[in-house]
């Protein structure tokens, strides 16, 4: 009877320990658990290669040097350079350089080869004989500007010196002229006197 008890505990028991297990799994897996769980990320977006390297036919790697400067969306920007420089050249270049200059660099390189494909003679040189020619003749056109105020200015200078001289002259004519006919009136009155004693003499 004992080994008969001892089984029906074991028993027991076990399937005790069976039924909290499925409980907790089910609870684990739970259609709830499965809505509120995050979302899985998103696959990785697989970038076009550079312009650089789809004009030139080449797999773009991941560290590529002409990437940053020749996105995919402006193939002519690489195109332009690539005829004049060369794409050797321009890796070349920018491996020369430091991160921070070399945007500055291939903007350069962009604006020389269309010059350079505009005037094949003279290229830059030329816009920037052009510019300086620009700059001459308006320096040339300040220059007389400058003189032209300056005449001016001088002329105005004069005519405020004359119109000073012809006020001062008509202030001291007319004093002049006050005092004059004051004079007279003097003189009026003194032959006035005399006249009144002309006829005690005759």
């Known amino acids: 009877m004992e080994c008969s008890d001892n089984k029906t505990t074991t028993i027991s028991s076990l ?11 089910s609870e684990l897996i739970s259609p709830r658990s499965i ?15 550079c312009a650089a390297c789809k004009i030139l036919r080449r797999r773009c790697v991941d560290k590529c040097v002409l990437a940053p400067y020749f996105p995919p969306t402006d193939p002519l920007k690489f195109t332009i350079a690539h005829r004049v420089f060369g794409a050797s050249n321009i890796i070349k ?10 945007a500055d660099a291939v903007n350069s390189m962009v604006y020389e080869a269309n010059a350079r494909i505009r005037d094949p003679v003279y290229g830059c040189a030329g816009v920037i004989c052009q510019l300086q020619k620009q700059i001459s003749g308006l320096q040339a056109e300040f220059a007389k500007a ?3 105020i300056l005449n001016l200015k001088c002329q105005n200078s004069n005519l405020l010196a004359l119109v000073c001289m012809e006020v001062t002259e008509y202030q001291e004519n007319s004093s002049s002229s006050n005092d004059y006919g004051n004079n007279t009136s003097l003189f009026l009155e003194d032959n006035s006197v005399y006249a009144a004693w002309e006829p005690l003499w005759t």
């Open 146 to 148: 400058q003189a032209e």
């Open 15 to 25: 399937t005790a320990n069976i039924v909290s297990a499925t409980t907790t799994s």
């Open 35 to 49: 809505i509120s769980a995050p979302p899985s990320p998103p696959p990785p977006v697989i970038l076009t290669p």
């Open 93 to 102: 270049m920018l491996q020369e350089l430091p991160e921070e200059q070399r």
